[in-house]
């Protein structure tokens, strides 16, 4: 099963993501503009992405394939509106300047939801990943983090080596689209085999090939 990585650099076979895959049973490839999305079965996003792959990402999202965003890529996902999934992508996150943090501790957050990353993940396990390319955190409105807490959709939270998890607005690691088919995480789970469940998640969701279409979230973000 083939999952296109979207970035900007070369993709080596000998990179971490490449390995991370290959030990579920994956295959890591360059994404090529243009090239036959039937042979794709998910997608990793690693940076910012142009109008064109917009687009296609949203069309993928709704067939149900599975789309994770990591770091620069996480914010990407935010910014095309494809997380939270608000009606008709309308962009509900930013993201705000958060401290410096090499490597943090994550786990499932209470009530998350069970998607395409975490169906493979005891609820109790402890993740210990990098951050290597700070994207910041993520800024929720009130009103829609009220709704993404009922749905589910704050996925991992940041805790200490124990497993307590942290509070406050800066406490969020990852969330998912209403679906969940997509995910932004700032956090690396390549950099350590610790985070190889959540890519065993993405190959088992691939394999069962179903998907629960669903309605968008209600939420939609208010001009000024």
């Not at 169906?119 to 396990?125: R, T, V």
């Amino acid at each position: 099963m083939q999952i296109a990585v979207i970035q900007h650099a070369p993709l080596s076979p000998d990179s971490l993501l490449s390995q991370a895959l290959a030990r579920v049973g994956l295959e890591a490839v360059l994404f090529q503009s243009g090239s036959a999305s039937a042979e794709i079965q998910g997608y990793i996003v690693m940076d910012a992405v142009q109008a064109d792959v917009d687009s296609l990402l949203k069309k993928e999202s709704e067939l149900g394939k599975p789309i994770l965003g990591i770091g620069k890529g996480a914010k990407a996902l935010t910014a095309m509106g494809l997380v939270p999934g608000s009606e008709y992508y309308k962009v509900g996150i930013q993201f705000q300047p958060a401290e410096e943090r090499q490597v943090v501790s994550l786990r499932l957050a209470k009530d998350y939801q069970y998607n395409a990353f975490t169906q493979s993940i005891p609820a109790k396990q402890l993740f210990h990943f990098s951050i290597q390319d700070n994207p910041g955190q993520f800024f929720i409105p009130p009103g829609l983090m009220m709704e993404m807490q009922v749905q589910g959709l704050i996925i991992f939270c940041y805790c200490d080596k124990e497993g307590k998890p942290e509070t406050g607005p800066g406490s969020i690691a990852a969330i998912a689209n209403k679906m969940g088919n997509v995910m932004a995480m700032i956090p690396h789970p390549e950099f350590t085999a610790n985070g190889d469940s959540i890519f065993q998640s993405m190959r088992d969701y691939i394999q069962a090939g179903y998907v629960e279409h669903v309605l968008p979230l209600y939420y939609f973000p208010r001009t000024q």
